[in-house]
């Protein structure tokens, strides 16, 4: 018994400490070293070990964007730097479209070089390496990796310097000892953690509550990777219900559905009829499957992951949307060789069973191409440039699912074959109509392209005109006033084309919601966000006219802020952000906009806003003791990034507290997520807590 209580105990302890290393997790680890390349040369190396799903940004990385690695020196003595820091490691070149920029950055290990020259007989160099590092759902703020090294130099001293005596040598030693720590107590003020957070502002602002948070309750995180799967499913499973309405797959379906019957016909041989339906079912979700594994088997995970962002393929996703397109409305058929499809029915009419009944699924699948290919071809773009791994096949198990369904139900049910609408000109209503999505969707391809290579041709208000454009014209097809070649024409009673063509109650209802849609998106021309359509046009900064854009109040400094809502009698919302972080705008765009949200925020909070990447130096550098070891803040950034560790214990943004006005939190801090009554709720629960403290 003792053993056993001694164990849990010490399993108890265990978690204890790790849930305590989870909220403070260094994700990315560096080691430094000195190499000596010779007597004339040195390379100081930066090496991390970089957790799964982390990157560390390289060193050319253009302004407005994340985080870069960059070199800092404060001391170099007897060395020269030889050309600017380098990325030794395997880099990695990718498009952001939250940024508008390539990116590069390294995974696994990170590794960056800074070679010296050498130019006196002893050396002395110090300084910090900066650098960014970010996951899918968070950023670190800039870190600093100080180094500090010493060491013989050359043998011989250079000629133009005058050799120095002994006696003289030493006292030379003794005076540029004497003035580097004179210049260290003017650069720098070294107090430990308590005494630097005084030195700042009141005691109780800065006064850890990483206890007290924990108290509240935990901290609301990102959504799980399982919602990505279940709205990728939808979005195959949604694709799969247009392709089974379209000419090339409704016709299909009766006549399949009764060689299945005809074959169970006789006693006992209704269920073998049905069992040949459902197999027929199956094969299909085999089929379409396999085409997503094959995808990412071909791709591969990686590459998945850069499809997003990758210029070229961007380009040429754009330009496959745009064949899709065309071949939907009409101006040719895209489909398999006839001799595939005849080949895969002679060998279902030769062969028996099983094998038989997939061939037919398959001969299926072929014959449907010219319907079903530019809608796969659309899902298979859309949910690879996503990066899940799984998500090809996801997709497309949702895509035959919705395909297969009516086969095995209507062999089930076969009154209900006489409730189905029949063959007719409303299917191919519905091509044109996905034809006029795919166009609008391959413009977001486009988009990304035109931002990596900075054509500006499809900026903002560019891309809201196509969509307006697009959108209107759909409408006027819904109506009846655009006609394509392959619609079918309609008679009088005479004999005689109709000139003005009647329109359907559901054909004025979807006019009615395209037309909508497209005023809806006029007000973006002068800079409404438009909500609907954030997630595919471009970002608002390419906007080149934003009318009455209006600016709301911000804090940018944690005790100035602090000081305001004291006086006003108002909560505060402490937003740890960096001016890299994508998460952080993803937040800002798709919640904060929101208007219940954006006046509890405006009305009920004073908000502060605290950018752990600003690279504004302190009046004075500080050094605080941390984890046992004294740490130089230099910059706002590290102040701001120090608090959010020191009092909070989080380093990872976005990060929410909302807080009185003695820096104690009133709600669990909020990460990334983008539920919008979850965050509703985050702020209304601190606005009650407060209530009750101040009554």
Known sequence: MYSVRRLFSCLMALLLVGSALAQFHTPIRFTVKQNRLSDAEL????IASVDPGWHVYSTDIADGGPTKAELTLEKQEGVTPRGPLRATGKVKREMDSMFGMELSFMEGTASFSQKFDITGPTYDVAGYLTYGACNDENCLPPTNVDFAYKGNGLTKAPKEEKALAPAEKEETAVANETDAEEEAAEDTTIVPATDSVASVSAETLWTPVVEELKAIGETAEAESGNAGWLMIFLMGFVGGLAALLTPCVWPIIPMTVSFF???????????????????????IVVIYMALGLLVTLLFGASALNALSTNAIFNIFFFLLLLLFAASFLGGFEITLPSSWSNAIDSKATQT??????????????????????????????????????????????????ALALPFTLFAIFPSWLKATPKSGNWMNCIKVTLGFLELAFSLKFLSVADLAYGWHILDREVFLSLWIIIFALLGAYFIGWLRFPHDEDEYDEMGEPVRFHRTSVTRFFLALASFAFAIYMVPGLWGAPCKAVSAFAPPMKTQDFVLGQQETLHFEDYEEGMAYAKAQGKPV??????????????????????????????????????????????????????NGEKTKLRTIGDKWSYLQRYKFGANAQPFYVLVDNDGHPLAP?????????????????????YNHKNQ
Not at 609 to 619: G, I, R
Not at 669 to 689: G, R, T
Request: charged residues 20%; proline residues 4%.
């Open 352 to 401: 028996t069973g099983l094998l038989s009944i997939f061939l037919m699924a398959f001969t299926l699948s072929l014959v449907s191409f010219s319907c079903t290919g530019p809608i796969i071809g659309f899902l298979l773009v859309e949910v690879a440039s996503t990066g899940n791994i799984l998500g090809p096949a996801i997709g497309m198990f949702g895509f035959a699912l």
């Open 43 to 46: 390379e100081i190396l930066f």
């Open 669 to 689: 801090a909020y990460s990334y997520n983008e539920d919008v009554p979850a965050f509703l709720q985050f702020l209304k629960e601190a606005i009650n807590n």
């Open 261 to 283: 019957l005809k074959r169970g016909k006789g006693e006992g041989q209704k269920s073998k009829g049905i069992r040949d339906a459902v197999t027929y079912g199956l094969s």
């Open 573 to 626: 919302f402490l937003d740890f952000t960096g001016y890299g972080c994508v998460n952080c705008r993803k937040m800002e765009a798709a919640v904060w906009t929101h208007p219940e949200v954006q006046q509890l925020m405006d009305d009920g909070f004073v908000v502060i806003s605290l950018f752990v990447d600003e690279k504004k130096a302190l009046p004075e550098p500080m050094i605080v003791e941390e």
